[in-house]
């Protein structure tokens, strides 16, 4: 009995923290503290991650309306947008895909004008996807007009091009064959010459 209250005595008593160990929290606490500091002033990358070298930015007529035209048709994400005190989104950044596009409402005093208010735009966008037919179908139920069916085309990709209600083109393509520049040309010519 007497032993057995010695080994419980002794299991109470803690022993303190060497000066080692002390030491060694102080040192861990330290080199943590430094660690956040570097991280709260690291230089943020140039290129934001997901921002592709080049990203179209579209001035539109009714961006509200815009963005959820392109929800709806393209299935875009909207990421965020900026809006002014006179109702006007000076910014807004979609997804679609892996890639980012932007756009704001028209800007006449600062020359940003969108394609309606230039009667069209050369700009043709291009959108890569896994069914064209799909695609296009989607997009025309929800207010995008088509400007060229979709058909096999002799570069190796089923495409068709459709107009979004404000006034921007975009090409809808799904690769269906590889074909290269050279064979490429070679079917060009054949269309050209009208021997295909």
């Given at each position: 009995?007497?032993?057995?209250?010695?080994?419980?005595?002794?299991?109470?008593?803690?022993?303190?923290?060497?000066?080692?160990?002390?030491?060694?929290?102080?040192?861990?606490?330290?080199?943590?503290?430094?660690?956040?500091?570097?991280?709260?002033?690291?230089?943020?990358?140039?290129?934001?991650?997901?921002?592709?070298?080049?990203?179209?930015?579209?001035?539109?007529?009714?961006?509200?309306g815009?963005?959820?035209?392109?929800?709806?048709?393209?299935?875009?994400?909207?990421?965020?947008?900026?809006?002014?005190?006179?109702?006007?989104?000076?910014?807004?950044?979609?997804?679609?895909?892996?890639?980012?596009?932007?756009?704001?409402?028209?800007?006449?005093?600062?020359?940003?004008?969108?394609?309606?208010?230039?009667?069209?735009?050369?700009?043709?966008?291009?959108i890569?996807?896994?069914?064209?037919?799909?695609?296009?179908?989607?997009?025309?139920?929800?207010?995008?007009?088509?400007?060229?069916?979709?058909?096999?085309?002799?570069?190796?990709?089923?495409?068709?091009?459709?107009m979004?209600?404000?006034?921007?083109?975009?090409?809808?393509?799904?690769?269906?064959?590889?074909?290269?520049?050279?064979?490429m040309?070679?079917?060009?010519?054949?269309?050209?010459?009208?021997?295909?």
């Amino acid at each position: 009995m007497a032993q057995k209250k010695k080994t419980a005595k002794k299991t109470a008593k803690k022993k303190p923290p060497s000066k080692k160990s002390a030491k060694r929290k102080v040192t861990q606490k330290k080199v943590v503290k430094k660690a956040t500091k570097r991280q709260s002033h690291k230089k943020p990358a140039p290129i934001p991650k997901g921002t592709h070298t080049l990203t179209p930015y579209l001035s539109v007529r009714d961006a509200d309306g815009a963005i959820a035209f392109y929800r709806k048709a393209f299935g875009a994400k909207e990421l965020y947008r900026l809006k002014g005190q006179d109702g006007r989104i000076g910014h807004a950044e979609l997804r679609l895909g892996d890639s980012i596009f932007m756009l704001s409402d028209e800007f006449p005093e600062m020359g940003a004008m969108g394609a309606q208010a230039m009667g069209g735009s050369p700009i043709k966008l291009q959108i890569a996807v896994k069914n064209t037919d799909a695609f296009m179908a989607k997009a025309v139920s929800a207010g995008a007009t088509v400007t060229r069916p979709a058909h096999d085309q002799f570069y190796g990709y089923r495409a068709g091009m459709i107009m979004d209600p404000f006034g921007y083109t975009w090409g809808i393509s799904s690769r269906i064959e590889v074909v290269s520049p050279k064979e490429m040309q070679k079917r060009w010519k054949k269309i050209e010459l009208g021997t295909q």
